[in-house]
């Protein structure tokens, strides 16, 4: 970089700061910075453009085209030259504009007489704010030093301005975290909240971005880039080895952490004028910028690695950490990156909402939201840089939608839709203490789904006759070592204490394929959900298994024990599983602990194959519960975590239902007890259509019990049934449109 420029860059801030440092209103303001950059930088002119809203800039200010243009001209992002920097995130160099493809005339602005034209996005963390613009008379391109120093100056102007401010209240200027927002994501959890976000890594805040003293800020930088350098081997070191996700982002880190290329352009940054942190937020906002633009999946996830590298480096430069000392406002919904189970389970039930920018449908995080019942949205990109602390939203996680900021008329339509679900709670209520009989007689069971301690004070409150599926994973999940057996059989005591006596199936360690255990060696599988998961971990390395069969035995100390084994694909893995148990039974009974007043033990019908198990497996079992999440993805070979797919095939497709009609003809012929505890059950007409196919026993989130159960007890199963055998008759591919629109003739 010439020395001349650096100088002139370096001036021009000092002058910038200085003129800002001065009292006046916005508009003076930013009408004092354009004389100086057009002074600075020896054109005839020099314009603000901001972004009013998404699609829109406005003539903010100007020195050099007419005064009458200012907050007049408007043109629409990607319209003209200023339009097309503002949609590229490039600048534009045009030493002659006229001849350029898109250049459009504005009358108003007397812009004619302008020949050269240089415009670069005001831009924070890849965030739109606006356009700064020079012009001159004669035919000029801009040296690559120029453009460096005008795209200094935006930098600063962005951070300085909170641009918003500059225009003055009550002016046409809406900064872009003042307009509403609709973001659409993957549903990790159904249901619906309104709240206010809280951010729970917070950005960090550049109150400085211009320095008098480049030497001082050299060596800021430097020790924060040792500081990161150490920090980044030392989580290398530490990583669990075999992680190799985990391994690939840490030598990104340390390969960004080591860059030349990194560490020379926040150097002449620096050397131009900024402080140390105002260097880093430079590239990270140039970062952020190319990653809206790179098509290639595994580039973009190295730009997220510097963006959160940049991140670390912002917090020590700034000293600002994540915990800001923030109170959470009232109705919290949590917005982050992402979010581990053991920081999700701390924020717990405070939360109204949970919407995450990356995550996935079957996250331990998603499974923490399910076992809290919090909605949660994942996958919903660009929410981390939309949403500040305290602003409204609304998460609907039935649709996968969040709203920002909405305008009035969306809360109300949501409020009105969140008031009727609330009075419907309200009836159901009404109906807590009544059985779910339908209109023939029919009396079906309904129980609950819950994996902690936490969810048992909603057993009586929903009218459950128990639990029928306890998922045991989160304990393990959410801590770094395997959990003790006296902690655990403490655990399961409570969870029974709580339960008062209602039956309680307990599931063992349901581990692999999406859920990987901190402290265990993951397993590079090509795919996992068909991979070594569940009861294939259980029996091929028995002891976890074990340690936690003995705590649900200790556990139960003469009381009744339901056990249930997942994911069993035949006979002969149910006959290992269930002596295992047997075999716990008899050791605990050797030591002289008090037995179970009686076992129960189940299998859990996930794989097709096990619908066509021989006879003995159907007797042998004491009951048999369909994980419909997996079996449903199993049948129609979807993958229950992959959005493209994992809506394609409806539950309520015939050949799925005709399915479940088997299983239950087969559970019959030995009077085996069977249930239905995936997500499916808790859904009205899933439920119904499945007891239609003689299911008697359904079990779902706590808060589908009142819907399901208003709904059965309201029809005659006899005519579901017919609706159901007429259109299979009738070649339906899925029963959904028949119900329903006999349904909507009963009213
Ligand atoms: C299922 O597969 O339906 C089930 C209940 O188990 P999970 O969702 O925990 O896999
Ligand atoms: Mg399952």
Known sequence: MADGTESQSRKLLRRLQAALAEAGAGQERLDRITSIIAESMGTEVCSIYLLRDSGTLELCATEGLSSEAVHVTRLRVGEGLVGRVAKRLRPINAADAPSEPGFRYMAETGEERYTSFLGVPIQRLGENLGVLVVQSQEERRYSEDEVYALEVVAMVLA?????????????????????????????????????????????????????????????????????????????????????????????????????????????????????????????QSAARARMETVPDAYLRERLHDLDDLSNKMLRLLTGQGRDTGAELPDNPVLVARNIGPGELLEYGRSLRGVVLEEGSVASHAAIVARALAIPLIVNASRITTEALNGDLILVDGDQGVVHLRPEETVTKAFRDKM?????????????????????????????MNAGLMADLPSLPSSGAEGVGLFRTELQFLTRSTVPRRGSLAALYSRVMDAAGGKRVAFRTLDIGSDKVLPYMKPQDEPNPALGWRAIRVGLDRPGMMRMQLQAMIRAAAGRPLTVMFPFIAQLEEFTKARNHLLRELDREKALGHVLPESVEIGAMLETPSLAFAPRQFFELAD???????????????????????????????????????????????????LSFCGEDAGRPIEALCFAAMGLRTLSMRPASIGPVKSLLRRVDLREVRSVIHEARENGAQSVREPVMDWLRQQG
């Open 159 to 283: 951070e300085m301005t909170e641009l918003g401010a500059f225009v003055g209240e009550g002016e046409a200027m809406a900064a872009r975290h003042q307009r509403s927002v609709v973001l659409n994501g993957g549903i990790g959890q159904e249901g619906a909240a309104e709240g206010h976000v809280f951010l729970h890594e917070p950005r960090v805040v550049v109150t400085n971005p211009i320095a008098e003293d480049p030497e001082a800020e050299l060596e800021r930088l430097n020790d924060a880039v040792d500081q990161l350098r150490t920090s980044v081997d030392e989580m290398l070191s530490n990583a669990p080895k075999g992680d190799k996700e985990q391994y690939d982002v840490l030598q990104a880190y340390k390969m960004f952490a080591n860059s030349r290329g990194w560490m020379r352009r926040m150097e002449a940054d620096i050397r131009n004028g900024l402080s140390a942190e105002a260097a880093v937020e430079k590239e």
């Open 419 to 447: 008031a009727m679900r609330a009075a419907a709670q309200e009836r159901y209520s009404s109906i807590r203490d009544k059985p779910a009989e339908t209109l023939d007689g029919t009396v079906i069971g309904l129980h």
């Open 623 to 673: 009951f048999i519960s369909i994980g419909g999440n997996d079996l449903k993805q199993f049948f129609f070979a979807a993958d229950r975590e992959n959005e493209r797919v994992r809506r394609r095939y409806d539950t309520l497709n015939v050949s799925f239902l005709t399915f479940i009609e088997q299983i239950v003809a087969r559970c019959a012929e030995t009077d085996t007890p």
